[in-house]
C-alpha cells in the first residue's frame, strides 16, 4: 500500500494541514477541532469558514507540498474545497507523480521555509524504521499519533512507516484524548508517537504504561528523566533526532547513549550525504566514530546585517528585561529583524512598541533593534507546540 492509499491517512494529513496554515494566516486565532473540519460540508463553511483570499492561499500551499501542478490538477482544488474533493485530487495526483514533498519548517529557530525532500529517500528512511526498530517489539501494532501527519516527523512515523511494516498498523489519531483515556486503552505491542511536551505531561500526572509500549520522542530533545521513567515503566524508547530538512538523521534506545547515525546518511565534516539527499548538519555534533555522535547544542544562529554579526536570541532576551514585557521573540526575515512581544499587561499595543524602541535604543546600535514589532497574548507556535514564524 503507498501511503496515499489509506483514506483516512490522507484525510488526516489534509485536515492537518489546512488547519496549520490558516492558523499562519490568523495568528493568534482560536481554530477548530481536526474532527469538526473532518465533517465539514467544504472549507468555506463553518467551523472553518474560509473566505476567497484564503482559500486561494491554502490551495496554492497543498498544491506544492504535493507537487499537485505537476499533474495539471492544481486548479481543481478550488473547484472542490473540502476534505473529500481534495482528497480525489491528491490521490489522482499522487498516483501520476509522487517523487518528491515539500515541508514547512516550523521557525523555531529562526525563518520559516520550505523544504523539497525526495519520497525515496523519506521511504528509505521509513523502511529502516520498520524493519529495525519496530519489528522486534511490534508484531501486529497500533500505532497511536499524537503528533500532526504534515510535518515531516508525524509524515514519516504515521504515514509512511505504516505502509513498510509487514502487518499494516491500526492508525488511532490521538490527539483529541485525555492521556488518562489514553493510558486505559492502550495494550502491550502499542506504538506511541509524540513529542517531549506530551510524555512530560503524562509522567507529570502520574500516568503508567504496560509493558513492551514503544514510545516515539522526536521534534524535540527530551529529559532524561523523562526518559527514564518512561524506561522504568517498561517501555521501548525510540528518540529520534533530525530536522524538517533532513527527516531522520541519527535514533537512540537509551537516554544515556550516544546516538547512532541511520544507515542512508554518512557524515563527511559538516555535511550529511545520503543516496537522494545531502544536506548540512543543523546542530553540533561530536562524532565518537562513524556511527554514533553527541549533540553537543545548537549553532549560535547569528546573522549578519550590514557586515555586523547579530543574534537575535540576545536581543529577545534583552527585550525580556523590559518591565512590560513577559515574553519575546526576535527573528530576521531576510532584510530586517522583526519582534514578537507579550506584554505583561494590557495596555496599547503602539504605546508598547513605542516605549521599547525608546528603551532598545539606549540599550543597542541601531542595526540591532527590531524594524517591526508584533504585540500578542501568546507567542505563536505550530500544531507541534513549536515557535512558529509571524
Given at each position: ?35 469538526s ?119 514519516v512515523?504515521?504515514?509512511?512507516v ?37 510524555w ?19 521534534a524535540a ?88 554579526n ?39 499595543s ?18 540591532h ?5 508584533t ?16
Amino acid at each position: 500500500m503507498r501511503w496515499w492509499q489509506d483514506n483516512a491517512n490522507l484525510r488526516r494529513f489534509i485536515v492537518d494541514f489546512v488547519l496549520d496554515h490558516l492558523g499562519s494566516l490568523r495568528l493568534g486565532a482560536p481554530l477548530p477541532s481536526p474532527q469538526s473540519v473532518m465533517l465539514a460540508e467544504g472549507w468555506w463553511a463553518p467551523p472553518l469558514g474560509m473566505d476567497s483570499l484564503e482559500l486561494v492561499d491554502c490551495a496554492s500551499a497543498f498544491a506544492q507540498s504535493l507537487a499537485i501542478n505537476d499533474s495539471g490538477l492544481g486548479d481543481l482544488l478550488l473547484a472542490k474545497p473540502s476534505v473529500n474533493g481534495w482528497k480525489e485530487i491528491a490521490t489522482a495526483s499522487l498516483e501520476n507523480s509522487s517523487h518528491t514533498l515539500r515541508f514547512r519548517s516550523s521557525g523555531s529557530t529562526g525563518k520559516a521555509h520550505s523544504v523539497t525532500l525526495p519520497y525515496a529517500h523519506i521511504e528509505q528512511e521509513a523502511r529502516f524504521i520498520a524493519n529495525n526498530l519496530f519489528s522486534l517489539h511490534c508484531p501486529a501494532p497500533r500505532i497511536w499519533s499524537l503528533v500532526p501527519a504534515h510535518h515531516i516527523y508525524g509524515f514519516v512515523f504515521t504515514m509512511v512507516v505504516p505502509t513498510q511494516m509487514r502487518e499494516y498498523p491500526t492508525i488511532i489519531d490521538a490527539r483529541q484524548r485525555l492521556p488518562i483515556s489514553i493510558e486505559q486503552s492502550l495494550r502491550s505491542g502499542d506504538i506511541v508517537v509524540a513529542v517531549p511536551d506530551f510524555w512530560r505531561l503524562w509522567i507529570k500526572t502520574g500516568l503508567r504504561l504496560q509493558k513492551d509500549i514503544t514510545v516515539v520522542s522526536a521534534a524535540a530533545s527530551c529529559e532524561t528523566d523523562v526518559l527514564l521513567e518512561l524506561i522504568g515503566q517498561g517501555a521501548n524508547v525510540i528518540e529520534i533526532y533530525g530536522a524538517t530538512e533532513t527527516g531522520g538523521i541519527g535514533y537512540r534506545q537509551h537516554p544515556n547513549e550516544p546516538f547512532t547515525v541511520m544507515p542512508h546518511w554518512r557524515a563527511e565534516g559538516e555535511c550529511l550525504i545520503g543516496h537522494y539527499l545531502e544536506a548540512t548538519v543543523p546542530d553540533h555534533l561530536a562524532w565518537l566514530d562513524t556511527n554514533r555522535f553527541d549533540i553537543k547544542g545548537r549553532k549560535d544562529g547569528k546573522i549578519q546585517i550590514g557586515g555586523i554579526n547579530i543574534c537575535p536570541n540576545e536581543i529577545a532576551a534583552l527585550i525580556k528585561q523590559h518591565n512590560a514585557v513577559e515574553d519575546a521573540i526576535v527573528r530576521f526575515d531576510g532584510s530586517r529583524l522583526k519582534a514578537y512581544v507579550i506584554p505583561k499587561n494590557l495596555q496599547s499595543s503602539q504605546e508598547l512598541i513605542s516605549d521599547l524602541s525608546v528603551w532598545l535604543s539606549q540599550q543597542l546600535p541601531a542595526t540591532h533593534i527590531p524594524k517591526h514589532f508584533t504585540i500578542g497574548l501568546q507567542l505563536p507556535r505550530n500544531t507541534m507546540g513549536k515557535l512558529r514564524d509571524w
